[in-house]
């Protein structure tokens, strides 16, 4: 799990930047149940940071024997239940495993409410089998064990993972499950530095610089079978 440590306000009326936060972290992990969530989107709920939010809501509502399926559930109703209703733009990728018959199964969920959706609304859809968009259910011919799964500002992650594939006919892909963990750390911290450093040398269609909407440092966690939950880059970015 990747994300940056910067977070944005804006003004709604506007939807103009107002203040870059610092040190703002994005990946929580729910201790309970060695499950990871990271966020994207709106980065406050009922005016607290979402990591305290899910605090709250880990403390109030998870179970040690919760599967992600049912974490994913509860968190999504409590989504649902927020008064007034949520109607930014924002989401929240839950990833652990699940013990199925003596092996240890990935699962990654993506609970998140999105333009089209009425205030209030989330959905939560299985990644390994499908996408949900506005227009509808989407989905796979076959269940991918290790989807790649980024929202936020996803430029350089799209480049990387359909962009170039699409550019060489197929020749050149990322393909997860190939990766060693090492690789995918790798990887991990390429796609979040590289979307903070482009951010210094584009500019708008009228020439002005554009709002650096990720920033300060590259946060990584990773999760596996026999350690769980454990900081790569923690949320000073060191090591």
């Not at 979040?192 to 920033?215: A, C, H, M």
Request: a negative charge; one cysteine or more.
């Amino acid at each position: 799990m990747a994300a940056d440590s910067a977070a944005t306000k804006r003004d709604l009326t506007t939807n103009k930047i107002t203040e870059i936060v610092p040190n703002f972290r994005k990946i929580y992990h729910i201790s309970k149940t060695s499950f990871g969530i990271s966020c994207w989107g709106l980065g406050t709920i009922q005016e607290k940071p979402i990591l305290d939010f899910l605090a709250e809501f880990e403390e109030s509502s998870v179970e040690k024997t919760d599967a992600l399926d049912q974490v994913a559930e509860k968190l999504s109703d409590c989504l649902r239940n927020i008064t007034p209703r949520i109607h930014e733009r924002m989401g929240l990728h839950l990833t652990g495993y699940l013990r199925k018959e003596d092996k240890q199964v990935p699962q990654l969920r993506h609970i998140f409410h999105e333009r089209w959706h009425r205030d209030g609304e989330f959905v939560c859809e299985n990644c390994h089998i499908e996408s949900l968009s506005e227009k509808g259910r989407i989905e796979f011919s076959s269940c991918v064990p290790y989807p790649q799964l980024f929202n936020g500002d996803n430029t350089i992650a799209n480049c990387l993972v359909n962009f170039i594939p699409y550019m060489t006919q197929g020749r050149q892909r990322i393909e997860p499950a190939s990766l060693t963990l090492e690789e995918c750390v790798e990887l991990a911290e390429l796609v979040v530095g590289v979307s903070i450093q482009r951010l210094n040398y584009y500019v708008d269609s009228e020439l002005r610089k554009v709002d650096k909407t990720v920033g300060g440092k590259v946060l990584i966690a990773k999760i596996t079978t026999l350690k769980g939950f454990e900081w790569v880059k923690d949320e000073l970015g060191s090591n």
